[in-house]
Structures are given as structure tokens and as C-alpha cells.
T-cell receptor, first 113, second 114 residues
Framework: ETGVTQSPTHLIKTRGQQVTLRCSSQ?????VSWYQQALGQGPQFIFQ???????GRGNFPPRFSGLQFPNYSSELNVNALELDDSALYLC????????????FGQGTRLTVV | GENVEQHPSTLSVQEGDSAVIKCTYS??????FPWYKQELGKGPQLIID?????GEKKDQRIAVTLNKTAKHFSLHITETQPEDSAVYFC?????????????FGTGTRLTIIP
């Protein structure tokens, strides 16, 4: 078990709504990355946060945004939800400046109807 | 950007036999190659990783090899057990500047036949 926790574990939203997903990083880690995993696919990088700033972004539109807090926890916000946003959203915790290992939480299963 | 291909997509192995999963990457700047195991309903679990200054790494029944020239790396699981059944993902990143993004393969569903 990693020390990375995500909430909620599941949720259902309606197309057009907004959603906020939360992640608590592992103790001692200062960097959080978010990934989207569609069914049957590998995780796709959304963005990474370090020192409360976005530190790299994948090929996702601006309606995907995030925050990192002073305690290194993070939020992923998605506006104007689309059906294709249905996926498992994974948070990965790591330490910039040391080992590169990234440890994942259990994910949040988002279903958009 | 980086592109990672993974084969096979499914693999069935008799318990006790070995399993091999192969990945290729496109970006010669990639220097960090982790492998993750994902069980149903769970997040990916890091099982082993290798950096570009090493050709092989072993941890009990699991080993990873890296061929930088050919840009491919492989996961080897020996003496497979039923609990090894899961989806395995390879990934690659350029970790020179810290925690760059991981680019994942499409996954291999490994089934261990008792």
C-alpha cells in the first residue's frame, strides 16, 4: 500500500457539470502528477504540480485544471464534463530532487452520463 | 514526444513457468523505465524500475533488462504464481530534471493458469 490517498473513489456526473477530485501525497513527497486512464488503456499524463505550480502538462484542454496546496496535496478540476471524460483518474506522488519513483493512489472512477 | 509500445497485449502462462513482456520506446532522451502492476479496481503499483546507466536489474522473481541501443526493455517474471495475474504496464520518462511525465505502454494482461 502506498501512502497516496484519493477521494472520492467513485462518482457519477452529468455532462456539462464540473468535478473536483482530491489527492493526498505520500509523506515526504513534494510533487503530484495526475493521469487519466480510459478503460483498457495505459494512464495518460494530464499535468504535474511542484511547489504549488504547474510543472508540465500533457495533451489535455484547459478545462482540466489543478491546484497544489502547501501540504503538497492536490486537486484536479474538470469543467464542462464530456462523456469521453469518463475514466479512472490517478494521482501519483513523488519527490523532486531525489529518486524518481512515482507511487499511485487507488484512483477515482468518474462516470459522465 | 515519447511513444511506448508494449507486447503482447495478453499473455497466459502455466503456473511455475516464466513470463516475458517487451516494450520499445522512441525518445533516446528517456532514461528512466519503471514497470507497474495493476490489479482490478486498484491503482498501478511500482514493481521494479531501471535507469539508463544499468543494463539489468533483478528483485527476487522479477528482472528487467534494458537495451539502450535498440531502445527496448523487458520484464521477466520467473516461477510465476497465481497472484502474478494482473495487468502490467511499462513506462518511460526523461528524469534528468526531476519528475518528468511518465509515458505508458498499453498494458499486458497476464493470466497465470494453475
Amino acid at each position: 500500500e502506498t501512502g497516496v490517498t484519493q477521494s472520492p473513489t467513485h462518482l457519477i456526473k452529468t455532462r456539462g457539470q464540473q468535478v473536483t477530485l482530491r489527492c493526498s501525497s505520500q509523506s515526504g513527497h513534494n510533487t503530484v502528477s495526475w493521469y487519466q486512464q480510459a478503460l483498457g488503456q495505459g494512464p495518460q499524463f494530464i499535468f504535474q504540480y511542484y511547489r504549488e505550480e504547474e510543472n508540465g502538462r500533457g495533451n489535455f484542454p484547459p478545462r482540466f485544471s489543478g491546484l497544489q496546496f502547501p501540504n503538497y496535496s492536490s486537486e484536479l478540476n474538470v469543467n464542462a464534463l464530456e462523456l469521453d471524460d469518463s475514466a479512472l483518474y490517478l494521482c501519483a506522488s513523488s519527490f523532486t530532487g531525489g529518486n524518481t519513483e512515482a507511487f499511485f493512489g487507488q484512483g477515482t472512477r468518474l462516470t459522465v452520463v | 514526444g515519447e511513444n511506448v509500445e508494449q507486447h503482447p497485449s495478453t499473455l497466459s502462462v502455466q503456473e511455475g513457468d516464466s513470463a516475458v513482456i517487451k516494450c520499445t520506446y522512441s525518445d533516446s532522451a528517456s532514461n528512466y523505465f519503471p514497470w507497474y502492476k495493476q490489479e482490478l479496481g486498484k491503482g498501478p503499483q511500482l514493481i521494479i524500475d531501471i535507469r539508463s546507466n544499468v543494463g539489468e536489474k533483478k528483485d527476487q522473481r522479477i528482472a528487467v533488462t534494458l537495451n539502450k541501443t535498440a531502445k527496448h526493455f523487458s520484464l521477466h517474471i520467473t516461477e510465476t504464481q497465481p497472484e502474478d495475474s494482473a495487468v502490467y504496464f511499462c513506462a518511460a520518462s526523461n528524469a534528468n530534471f526531476g519528475n518528468e511525465k511518465l509515458t505508458f505502454g498499453t498494458g499486458t494482461r497476464l493470466t497465470i493458469i494453475p
